[in-house]
């Protein structure tokens, strides 16, 4: 099976390069792509996020950041509308649109002063992917109609300003099936009398004979859902990690065993200049869905390459147990041309189309509307454990490599733009998910774009003096599914058996996609407010029928009491239902205190339920 190499070390020729030629040649049944592209960052000297990075470089400017949001001096009101399922099919008869009316002074066109709701300030401690309720009076008058024919498709229904995920179901009768996308238009007319537009597209694809999985995203909550020829729309959460193919070179039965220890994707690390033996590959993906596991494709050195794309593409996309693509491994640090993941984007869905597009980003803030316009999902790859987060630092001697300060225009200390100021490096990974959500919103992306986290699962090497312990790893993804996860891919195996974390990893894998998966992805999460602990307590809950979950970390020690508080209106009563995960002491006290008296201790975590008196949120429909 393909090598893997280092994944920054594969940046070298992508960094040096300045003209665009490609080469590529079957020799043997192996694809060779070597690529030279323009990059972004017009400077002579190597970079990584835009920075320079060897001893001796001087700061530049990396440009291409998202701006920080500037408080604007009247109310504004994002309206957007997207469909609720990202494709439907031609043998389904009903759809159904979000609309979100949400008031901001930060986001959206001049709304006024039309009525008292007060806005809902993104910078305040709500995360952005949460549904907002309002109490204020202004009302919105929708109409939505389909742009190439004039025709109305939803009318006479209205929402109250400063709601979200407001929910309207139409027939799909007049929609015939196509991959060209139908542009929806929404008009909203105030009780006052002002108009607010916002527009979005709907895919309705034809039945196809050959395919034989169908993927989609919920755009309601996030998760995915696949269907196959012999079964229904099914909730997946994918949980596993990266893989070499080293790995499987020794043992055939071992994906047979991956799928056991409780992993359910397969991503192949196609190797370094070489990319797939297409005849072992084959090979390769009928043994992974002999095992069980869905297969997310990664075509990282082909995807610039058009007829490498096509090729691939049509090789693998009637697989029955095909979930999703991967275009691009971290292209913002290799400086890819800014076209090249939307490029590779628009013909995966012209050969396809009936699953969806992911791509990793590495930067903090470089260019980050360029590259994400190149997929559905993206994965946040922040790895802040055992590096030193303020200066160059390395275990190994690469010969492209220097050791210099690492600053928002120089340096590369392995986690882009993390702070070394956190009372923990672990809360790089929530802030990191938390950013980009809020870019989402400043750049009015709609539908939003799942971030799927990939927690550190290495050390030893380049940057990192040490593997996360398992406490760590556990915290890792937990931190990354409190702010909103959907997905879980951890960098890297077989490394993270061999650093002691094959076990831990496969416990949670597990639980997720077990006693979990149905609240993850069928409700929506709420932060929690915790009492007194200065933001070193992380706690999150979700909502279903009558049982409610909580997932809390605790990244440093905090002695004493320790208060998380929880909405009224989820009314919590008795004890715990059940202690998925971690050693207890928690109890609920007043109906809306989850209480801890004998304080937490660093990396501890705890994944309980509670009962709820009355009945919550349903799981998404399917």
Sequence with gaps: MPNVFSQ??????????????????LTTGYLLVLLWQQTPTAAAVDVWCGKPYRAGDQPIDPGGAVAPPVKSTVTLLQLQIRPRMSLYLEEEQVASILVDAKLSDYYGVPYGDLDSAPAADAESTTRDDQTVVSDGTGRLYLRVSRSDTGETVISNVEITVNTTDNEFFFPLSGFAPSKILVKLNLSAVHNNGKVFTAVTKLR????????????????????????????????????????????????????????????????????GGLGYNLTELDTLLDDAERAGLWIMFDMRWSYQTEDWVTLLVNRVKDRKNLLLWYTSDEPDGH???????????????????????SLSLNCQNYHFAEYAAGADILLADAYPIGNNLTYSTFT????????????????????????????????????????????????????????????????NSEFWSRAPTPDEWVAEVLLAINHGAK?????????????????ISGQIARIVEGRMKEFLLGSRGISLRVEGDNGVVDASL?????????????????????????????????????????????????????????GVKEMDSWIHIFESKEEMLDIASQ
């Design 335 to 357: 400086n890819d041309p800014l076209s090249a993941t939307k490029t590779a984007y628009d013909l995966i869905n012209t050969l396809d189309g009936y699953h969806p597009i």
């Design 542 to 598: 979700w909502a279903r029928e009558r049982e409610i979950l909580v997932i809390i970390v605790a990244v440093v020690d905090v002695p004493g009491e320790v208060v998380i508080r929880v909405p009224s209106s989820f009314k919590l009563q008795g004890d715990i239902v059940e202690e998925v995960w971690g050693k207890g002491g928690w109890t609920l006290k007043n109906n809306d205190m989850i209480v801890r008296n004998d």
């Design 487 to 503: 997905g879980i891919l951890g960098w890297v195996w077989p490394d993270a058996e061999r650093e002691g974390l094959g076990l």
């Design 396 to 459: 190994n001697n690469l010969p492209y490599k220097s050791s210099t300060p690492c600053t928002p225009t120089l340096g590369d200390c392995g986690c882009d733009n993390c702070s070394p100021t956190l009372v923990s490096p672990l809360l790089n990974i929530p802030q990191r998910i938390d950013l980009w959500t809020r870019f989402q919103s400043q750049l009015s992306i709609s539908p939003r774009k799942p971030i799927w986290s990939v927690p550190q699962s290495f050390g």
């Design 8 to 25: 920054r070390a594969t940046a070298l020729n992508a960094r040096t390069a300045s003209a665009a030629m490609v080469l590529f040649a």
């Design 204 to 271: 309705r694809l034809p039945n196809s004979r050959t395919v034989q999985s169908l993927s989609r995203i919920d755009h309601l909550y996030g998760g995915m859902l696949v269907k196959t020829t012999a079964s229904p729309w099914t909730l997946v959460f994918p949980f596993s990690f990266y893989l070499a193919g080293q790995a499987l070179d020794q043992d055939r039965q071992y994906l047979v065993k991956f799928r056991r220890h409780g992993f359910n994707i397969l991503h192949l690390i196609p190797g």
